[in-house]
């Protein structure tokens, strides 16, 4: 099965710096991969997704990078502030009937201010 | 749109009690949902996927005795912990896909603690 793999487990940035969050996947056929942020005691949250057919996605400060023959994703942050501290995971979806997804362990960001 | 809610927030219960975890899709019609369950300072691990008017399919590992999950419309799935223990103390959250796609729709979670 699908096997997610998420780095660096934590990271630290200043204020206005550039932060990257690197995920790997093992299943070729995985087609779809989205992003979430989860605050403390709280829902993972959307913020990006994006899709085997598509290289790059961006939305304003934040923007996913895919390489199908390395079989990796990236998660950009530019600009870095304070209220984008907490925890980030990727996923990726296998396309199958099970519509299941496969997270990522974590990425736990602090932005210094 | 998109909306999906749990009830309850949070619970406390003694061991050997079940406890029961409703999870809500608001504004959709949510043929497939998902269980999670989350440990502090960990992922989220999927537990079994739940699909309207069939039996749930259960990640390896996960007891299905123990995790009753019951799917019985369109908009509601429950999670019954049955016979909880310390062990089981954990975040526990759900999460709806609308018809044959792939976002989900996180509720906003259940914090078990069991004493």
């Known amino acids: 099965g699908e096997n997610v793999e998420q780095h660096p487990s934590t990271l630290s940035v200043q204020e206005g710096d550039s932060a990257v969050i690197k995920c790997t996947y093992s299943d070729s056929a995985s087609n779809y991969f989205p992003w979430y942020k989860q605050e403390l005691g709280k829902r993972p949250q959307l913020i990006i997704d994006i899709r085997s057919n598509v290289g790059e996605k961006k939305d304003q400060r934040i923007a996913v990078t895919l390489n199908k023959t390395a079989k990796h994703f990236s998660l950009h942050i530019t600009e870095t502030q304070p209220e984008d501290s907490a925890v980030y995971f990727c996923?990726?979806?296998?396309?199958?009937?099970?519509?299941?997804?496969?997270f990522g362990s974590g990425t736990r960001l602090l932005v210094r201010p | 749109g998109a909306v999906v809610s749990q009830h309850p927030s949070w619970v406390i219960c003694k061991s050997g009690t079940s406890v029961k975890i409703e999870c809500r899709s608001l504004?959709?019609?949510?043929?497939?949902m998902f269980w999670y369950r989350q440990f502090p300072k960990q992922s989220l691990m999927l537990m079994a996927t739940s699909n309207e008017g069939s039996k749930a399919t259960y990640e390896q590992g996960v007891e299905k005795d123990k995790f009753l999950i019951n799917h019985a419309s369109l908009t509601l799935s429950t999670l019954t912990v049955t016979s909880a223990h310390p062990e089981d103390s954990s975040f526990y959250i759900c999460?709806?896909?609308?018809?044959?796609?792939?976002?989900?729709?996180f509720g906003p979670g259940t914090r078990l603690t069991v004493l």
């Open positions: 996923a990726a979806f296998t396309g199958d009937s099970s519509y299941k997804l496969i």
């Open positions: 999460s709806a896909v609308a018809g044959a796609t792939d976002t989900q729709y």
């Open positions: 504004d959709f019609q949510a043929t497939t």
